[in-house]
């Protein structure tokens, strides 16, 4: 890249992560930009880092400011529980772990830009991924006069190894990161992901070093653990009795799920720019809170709504994973999610063990379940109406079909369509 681009550029806000690709985009940056001035924010989006040490490092890279934002109870509170209220999985298996925490980090690097007078914003997302399209998008809605720059775009490295070389030729500390250890990972509350190395050949099973959070199935105790989740609105808002916090409640959830190997996940997804990428992700507490929810909503919704929830739910996931939080069409389905999930509240108990979370009781005030009628002994419903109700339900049915089956001339159809009317007169 010609140094001629970045004349313009004075101060550019950095969204810093500590991670291989942000330690080395700081020297990139004043090298190619004539010495502009880099600032660097890092999100605490759950993510257990030493944060005294990251702004050492940032510093000492050539960052002229750092600061941490703690975003950690809006992140859970405002981004994920209206998420797993909408029941968003992208593809039916990925449960958005990245995707719902890049809006907000960006959001807040855009604020952070603002205050510190940049001109520029920059990512170290690379040009194959979908990061790059949750931060820009997020950019455009809250900041478009900001220049992006995204070096994976158009610097010369290649490759983690080679983005590996350059920051060893540099002395810039990468902690544990290395050509053997080179798997790419993103932590927050709600999960783990790994991506790269030896997954990139879809065949190769994930080897269990590999997972940070959860325990193998094999490994969990050999003894079900059963927990109560309450909730309020479609929001979870307790766990075995005593309300808890958003954060917390998925910290709590985190926990006593990973411990009894659940949360796993091993998928090959579409990106947004089209291809086909193999991820294997960790969310321990989020899978339980699906499950349970999912559970809960059956119970309390009647049947168009939940249908059609169920439906808007792809649209919603699909949203998230591009990276539209800010738009107009997010915002007015969540509206339909809020308006839907209004009588969703009831506690769910769940069992947990060796890597599944399995519904075992449910209960709510709102429950559209009535025993009564449902039960097989003696009550209300009267079975002789079900006779006249599958009479008109099959109308069509029935009728399309003898009409199909109708003889060809004029005679047999007006002989064969009197049959059909006497068939579904009322008796």
């Known amino acids: 890249m010609s140094a001629k681009s970045g004349e313009d550029v ?14 080395i985009i700081i020297p990139w940056l004043k090298e190619n930009y004539n010495g502009a001035e880099v600032v660097a924010i890092c999100t605490n989006v759950g993510q257990d880092e030493d944060w005294a040490g990251m702004e050492k490092k940032a510093l000492n890279a050539g960052a002229s400011k750092f600061v941490a934002a703690d975003i950690r109870n809006e992140l859970a509170s405002e981004m994920i529980f209206p998420m797993l209220r909408a029941g968003a999985i992208y593809e039916g298996h990925y449960l958005l772990g990245t995707s719902i925490a890049r809006p907000i980090q960006a959001k807040y690097q ?6 510190e007078g940049c001109d520029a914003l920059c990512h170290g997302c690379t040009g ?14 809250l900041a478009p006069q900001l220049k992006v720059i995204a070096p994976w775009r158009i610097w010369d490295i290649k490759s983690r190894e080679d983005a590996i070389e350059y920051a060893e030729s540099r002395n810039i500390n990468l902690g544990k990161i290395s050509k053997k250890n080179i798997y790419s990972r993103d932590w927050n509350i709600w999960h783990m992901s790994h991506e790269g190395g030896d997954l990139e050949d879809p065949w190769n099973r994930p080897q269990d070093e590999m997972f940070q959070l959860t325990k193998s199935p094999k490994e969990a105790p050999d003894v079900e653990t059963e927990i109560t989740i309450e909730f309020e609105k479609g929001i979870p808002v307790g ?25 796993r996940v091993d998928i090959v997804e579409t990106r947004l720019v089209g291809m086909k990428s193999r991820g294997v992700y960790e969310t321990p507490g989020g899978t339980v809170l699906h499950k349970a929810l999912r559970d809960l909503e059956m119970f309390t919704i009647n049947n168009d709504a939940l249908h059609l929830k169920q439906m808007l739910a792809c649209e919603y996931s699909n949203l998230v994973y591009a990276g539209k939080w800010y738009t107009t069409s997010r915002l007015a389905l969540d509206e339909f999610m809020k308006k839907t999930m209004e009588f969703t509240t009831g506690s ?22 009535l025993e009564d009628l449902a039960s097989f002994g003696k009550s209300s419903y009267d079975h002789h109406d079900a006779e006249g109700f599958i009479n008109l339900y099959g109308l069509s049915t ?23 009317a006497a068939t579904f007169h009322d008796k």
């Open 10 to 23: 004075k101060k550019i806000c950095l969204a810093y992560s500590g991670g291989l690709d942000t330690s």
């Open 110 to 115: 855009v604020e952070f830009a603002l205050q």
């Open 128 to 141: 194959k991924g979908n990061d790059q399209v949750r931060f820009e998008l997020t950019y455009k809605a």
């Open 239 to 263: 766990l075995n009795g005593k309300k808890v916090a958003p954060f917390e409640l998925i910290k709590q959830l985190n926990e006593v799920a990973a411990a009894n190997g659940i949360g």
């Open 398 to 420: 029935g009728v399309t079909a003898m009409v199909h089956k109708r003889l060809p001339d004029d005679a047999g159809q007006a002989v064969e369509m009197k049959e059909v």
């Open 348 to 369: 769910v108990r769940l069992s947990l063990y060796k890597g599944n979370a399995t519904v075992v009781g449910r209960k709510s005030p709102y429950a559209l379940y």
